[in-house]
């Protein structure tokens, strides 16, 4: 190829076409949910039950068949849980299935039912055993949160079929209770105390089996949850930062997004030679990529075999988001997965940039009226900034942040005035109050990541509220004025998601389609900010570099575009502490900081 990318041998095709969806247990983990609806449903409904084994449950003892429809009904809520991950050849739920199908065939022979609920439970339990093979999966990374996550999920559903639990009983129920005791029953029985309700005959001890067997489920799980080994999302290691650095200063002018690959919360595989590597983080089941892989192009294949090695050990669904045209061409000949156009990056050369002219009016007006206002502005290196000055910057941008959470994955560092990114450029506006706050004169910044030898890319942009519209716009301009001196030629700033169709969807002849599509990305952009970056970008006359999405097929891209929400911040399924925990860790930090302030300066 005439850029430099190798060509795909055929050792490559054979190993890296992907991991393709198996059909065997995808078909297997449906006949896992449909076998433990029907469980749960033999276990709840009574004449779901009835059957010609009536008159051998009769010679059985008193309790056995109240136990029979708890333990169907907790064979039936366990199977549903564990669909999935059949879905995804996971090892530990295929041991799992194997054990509780035989346990709920027992259970649906013991307790009224035909032989037909058996015979069921043996036809998933045959191709289980025999293509067991195909489960071979390793688990994912997992924390403590997924415990307090199930505790609510298993909660309020067993809140919710607990009231189906007690009230399919209607001619046996004594009385007609109101909601609100049929609700309290459920939660006296989940925690295995006997409830308001009572019933004829033998119905009382089958609704208190059930409801007792839910709640069992619902500690047992969460109690496995919370005391099984941890292992946490991947982080990089030392070792593994200071190789990707050194690919860095070799290869780091050939992606913008390559400095990120150092954000501290991603995984990392290497090339067998060590001279290329993919960095990445699993969401939800995704293994999301992103940029392009860092190092020699002629390594990138080694790098992506690994990548897709990973993907295919754990059954994680393999994706890249925001690699370039050259990247996206390499991913997709070596793996044989797809490509889709996601949007364009705003690189602005600085030798062309100039507020002179009609197009630059609005900045130009605009720039000028905030230093009339009084405002000025400092660019500079990290490593030239103080460790008092740090300290007060970073309590800002963690202030100022819009959201709880720190948001940004591909176009994003999560750190600023580490001491190992001193080439990082910082840019700050700054305004003499006549009481200055707790951040002194401190109004804006941002903070921008190496891009090779000669060239940044924006990493965040941070404002005080109360300071004048326009401090992003100044703060932009500031920089790329003020680029020459460090040596930077070239300056890419935010991403701007579908612009093309943006672009093209205003101009005149655009077809109905292209105006619908853009009239919805219009619609998102009060919930996203897809037009609004993508106008501000333009306002700084760049040109447009391609971004785009690999994926393995269209099937998948609900759920990558699901997990990249997770990985940038704007989706957070992990319940948030109470802000005033949160305020109470701030504080800490900040009197921590303050205290390494104080002792510097009694040092000085």
């Given at each position: 190829m005439s850029d430099g990318v190798p060509g795909r041998s055929s050792r490559t095709r054979r190993i890296l076409r992907g991991p393709r969806p198996e059909a065997v247990p995808a078909v297997i983990g449906r006949a896992a949910a449909l076998v433990g609806l029907l469980d749960i449903a033999a276990g709840v409904f009574p004449r779901f039950r009835h059957s010609r084994m009536h008159t051998l449950a009769e010679v059985l003892p008193g309790s056995f068949g109240p136990f029979a429809a708890a333990l169907s009904l907790s064979t039936g809520v366990l199977l549903l849980l564990l669909a999935h991950g059949l879905k995804r050849r996971k090892r530990r739920a295929w041991r799992a299935a194997v054990a509780l199908l035989p346990a709920g065939a027992m259970a649906q022979f013991a307790y009224r039912h035909s032989v037909a609920g058996?015979?069921?439970a043996i036809a998933l339990l045959v191709p289980l055993l025999r293509h067991r093979d195909q489960f071979a999966a390793l688990p994912d990374p997992r924390s403590r949160w997924r415990a307090l996550t199930n505790f609510v999920l298993m909660s309020a559903g067993s809140l919710a079929l607990g009231l189906v639990i007690v009230s399919v009983h209607p001619h046996r129920m004594v009385g007609d209770p109101s909601l609100a005791d049929r609700l309290t029953h459920v939660v006296y029985g989940l925690f295995g105390f006997e409830g308001p309700l009572d019933y004829d005959g033998t119905t009382s001890w089958t609704v208190a089996f059930s409801l007792g067997a839910l709640g069992w489920l619902t500690a047992a799980t969460t109690a496995y949850l919370a005391f099984r080994p941890e292992h946490p999302a991947a982080r990089l290691t030392e070792d593994d930062e200071s190789r990707l650095r050194a690919l860095l200063d070799k290869h780091g002018k050939r992606d913008s997004l390559g400095y990120f690959a150092l954000r501290r919360d991603k995984a990392v595989v290497f090339?067998?030679?060590?001279k290329a590597a993919v960095t990445y983080r699993v969401v939800s089941g995704v293994m999301l990529a992103s940029g392009d892989p860092i190092g020699d192009v002629e390594a990138w294949p080694g790098a992506i075999e690994r990548f897709m090695d990973e993907a295919k050990a754990h059954s994680w669904t393999p994706?890249?988001?925001?690699?370039?045209?050259?990247?996206?061409?390499?991913?997709?000949?070596?793996?044989?997965?797809?490509a889709l156009e996601l949007g364009d990056e705003a690189v602005v050369d600085v030798a062309d940039f100039s507020l002179a002219g009609r197009a630059m009016r609005n900045v130009r007006q605009m720039v000028k009226r905030i230093e009339r206002a009084?405002?000025?502005?400092?660019?500079?290196?990290i490593r030239d900034l103080g460790e008092a000055e740090l300290a007060r910057i970073r309590r800002a941008a963690e202030d100022w942040r819009g959201t709880d959470t720190e948001?940004?994955?591909?176009?994003?560092l999560g750190r600023i005035g580490d001491p190992a990114d001193g080439d990082c450029l910082i840019a700050t506006a700054h305004k003499a109050d006549d009481a200055p706050g707790e951040y002194g004169d401190l109004k804006a910044i941002l903070h921008f990541v190496p891009w090779g030898p000669d060239g940044v890319s924006l990493d965040l942009m941070r404002r005080d509220r109360s300071a004048d519209p326009g401090m992003n716009e100044l703060l932009i301009v500031a920089a790329l004025q003020a680029a020459p001196k460090f040596g930077v030629s070239r300056v890419s700033l935010n991403f701007a998601m579908f612009r093309s169709a943006l672009a093209r969807g205003e101009k005149i002849g655009a077809g109905p389609v292209l105006r619908a599509?853009?009239?919805l990305l219009v619609f998102l952009s009060r919930w996203f900010q897809i037009e609004s970056l993508?106008?501000?970008?333009?306002?700084?006359q760049p040109r447009w570099e391609p971004r785009f999405v690999v994926y393995r097929a269209s099937g998948d891209l609900p759920r990558i575009g699901f997990a990249a929400m997770q990985a940038e911040g704007f989706v957070n399924l992990a319940l948030p502490l109470p802000r005033f925990l949160r305020r109470r860790r701030t504080d800490a930090a900040r009197a921590c900081a303050h205290t390494v302030?104080?002792?510097?300066?009694?040092?000085?």
């Open positions: 058996v015979l069921i090339s067998p030679s060590g994706a890249v988001m925001g690699c370039s045209e050259t990247g996206g061409e390499v991913w997709t000949r070596e793996t044989g997965l797809d009084g405002y000025e502005t400092r660019v500079r290196r948001r940004g994955f591909s176009m994003a599509w853009r009239g993508y106008k501000f970008n333009a306002k700084f302030t104080e002792q510097d300066a009694r040092a000085a």
